[in-house]
């Protein structure tokens, strides 16, 4: 079967630095998606990786090993309003979205 | 860009009520369309995929006609959710992809609150 694992709940201070783990089993690969959700609303779009190594956009990065099934988020310089989840996503050989079930990230002053 | 809008955001029903809710994808043209329903805490589980001018997939698990799709336009999809019961209240929320079958962010609405009494 398919399967997205990423931890529940993380907790980190402001200022801070915080990884994200995502790891994956799909049948096929056709790049994998972060996105940020605040409660109560719609996720946004982070960021897109299909092939290996780190990309990297201002505070956010992420990382992907495609032999390894396995990708992570990288926030620098937390802030309070980094708090959310976040949600990694595989595009399978289907181009369908497999959802992990989020990463609860709380950040403290 | 690629703004996708939802209507109405909230909205509160009695059991038994059917319940429309729109998609529109505002700056862009929707080839693929996405419904995803998400409990609270929980993950976003998809519903159907539907593409402009053909009938929706269905996920498994997911009644056809208890939650009618339509995806008429390349800027509207529409969630018909039919005799709504206490157990269909949730975050339903609407995505948008500018291609068929091909590796394109999906670009999210801003979601729909539905409470069923």
């Known amino acids: 079967g398919q399967n997205i694992d990423q931890p529940t709940e993380m907790t980190a201070t402001e200022g801070a630095i915080v990884q994200i783990n995502c790891t994956y089993q799909?049948?096929?690969?056709?790049?994998l998606f972060w996105y940020q959700q605040h409660a109560g609303e719609a996720p946004t779009f982070l960021s897109y990786?299909?092939l290996d190594g780190l990309e990297e956009k201002g505070r956010f990065s992420s990382f992907l090993s495609r032999s390894k099934g396995y990708s992570y988020l990288l926030l620098k310089e937390l802030q309070m309003k980094d708090s959310a989840s976040y949600l990694c996503?595989?595009?399978?050989?289907?181009?369908?979205?497999?959802w992990g079930a989020g990463t609860k990230l709380i950040i403290k002053p | 860009g690629a703004v996708v809008s939802q209507h109405p955001s909230r909205v509160i029903c009695k059991s038994g009520t059917s319940v429309k809710i729109e998609c529109r994808s505002l700056?862009?043209?929707?080839?693929?369309m996405f419904w995803y329903r998400q409990f609270p805490k929980q993950s976003l589980m998809l519903m159907a995929t539907?593409?402009?001018?053909?009938?929706?997939?269905?996920e498994q698990g997911v009644e056809k006609d208890k939650f009618l799709i339509n995806h008429a336009s390349l800027t509207l999809s529409t969630l018909t959710v039919t005799s709504a019961h206490p157990e269909d209240s949730s975050f339903y929320i609407c995505s948008a992809s500018r291609l068929a079958g091909g590796p394109d962010e999906q670009f999210f609405g801003p979601g729909t609150r539905l409470t069923v009494l």
């Open positions: 700056d862009f043209q929707a080839t693929t």
């Open positions: 799909t049948s096929g690969f056709n790049g």
């Open positions: 996503a595989v595009m399978d050989s289907n181009y369908q979205l497999i």
């Open positions: 990786n299909v």
């Open positions: 539907s593409n402009e001018g053909s009938k929706a997939t269905y």
